[in-house]
């Protein structure tokens, strides 16, 4: 129990650097919109369009590094397998 | 000939009295561009956001610019950040309630300072400004911009005749002032919020 837990929390905390940083390494917060400055041609005017699309943000990478964390840590407070519940 | 020149100079008279009247601009833009920008400093990063529903009319008059009066009017539902969850609690009952205060409005009291040059007109605006349901007099300098002859070339229609006028404008407000969560969470969320505007009127002519 306590290797799958630890296994787990590493799968975490690599899948979760990997995505964060797969998706631009945003470091504001998560975005589910993301604006571009485009400009209108007679006016002059610089506006912004949103691309629906999610990115994620330091608040994503705190929460999944913290979990992962948090799982390694509970994964010692386990009790190792006992040897003497080992066939002789 | 008489009759000819007394004719010639009516039309010129005519033509320039009706190019000197104040032209109503509709500010409910056609392509779907104008919108209030925002920005505020918080932690990690500013929130900056949009609110596209900007509507209203401003009475323009190139030959007499000191004379513009007019309402700009944005539908608070409108504004949106990046972040879906900062959107939801911006709109929320602790921060806009944007249902109980459904519009931002800015209603021009008069323009001070004007001073033309070209096509562009500077001034510094007063007006009323109404945010979360609390009015408050402010003065916002502001660039107004007249295109004529713009508005069918913009809809890519040259055929359609009538003009644009563009304004532009930046200021401060202090979001306590308008019962925007006063004195708390100064901490997180700058209490001065920057909003800029860029905005662009039409008034087609039939």
């Known amino acids: ?88 | 000939m008489k009759k000819l020149v007394i004719t010639s100079v009516i039309t010129l008279a005519l033509a320039a009295s009706l190019h000197a009247a104040p032209v109503s601009f509709d500010f409910k833009d056609p392509k779907g561009v104008n919108a209030l920008q925002f920005s505020l400093d918080s932690v990690l990063e500013p929130i900056a956001g949009t609110a596209g529903g900007v509507s209203g009319t401003v009475s323009f008059d190139p030959a007499n610019p000191a004379a513009t009066s007019g309402k700009i009017v944005v539908a608070t539902k409108s504004l949106v950040v990046p972040n879906a969850t900062m959107t939801e609690h911006m709109l929320g009952n602790n921060w806009l309630d944007a249902a109980a205060n459904p519009e931002i409005v800015f209603q021009l009291s008069k323009l001070e300072g004007v001073s033309t040059a070209g096509n562009v007109t500077s001034a510094t605006a007063t007006g009323k400004f109404t945010l979360k349901g609390v009015t408050k007099e402010i003065k916002v300098p502001v660039k107004l911009t007249h295109l004529a002859d713009a508005f069918g070339k913009r809809i890519n229609k040259p055929e359609v005749k009538g003009d644009l006028l563009v304004l532009r404008g930046e200021f401060m407000i202090q979001r306590g002032d308008f019962g925007i969560q006063p004195g708390k969470n100064d901490d997180k969320v700058n209490p001065e919020i920057k909003i800029s505007i860029a905005i662009v009127g039409s008034a087609p002519k039939a």
């Open chain 1, 1 to 88: 129990m306590k290797r799958v837990l630890q296994t787990i929390a590493l799968g975490l905390f690599v899948t979760t650097i990997g995505f964060w940083a797969f998706k631009g390494a945003h470091t504001g917060w998560s975005q589910n919109r993301v604006p571009m400055s485009k400009t209108d041609e007679v006016t002059g005017i610089v506006y912004t369009v949103y691309e629906n699309r999610y990115v994620p943000g330091i608040d994503l990478l705190a929460g999944g590094v913290g979990l992962a964390s948090a799982l390694f840590a509970v994964s010692f407070l386990l009790r190792p397998k006992n040897k003497t519940d080992q066939p002789t």
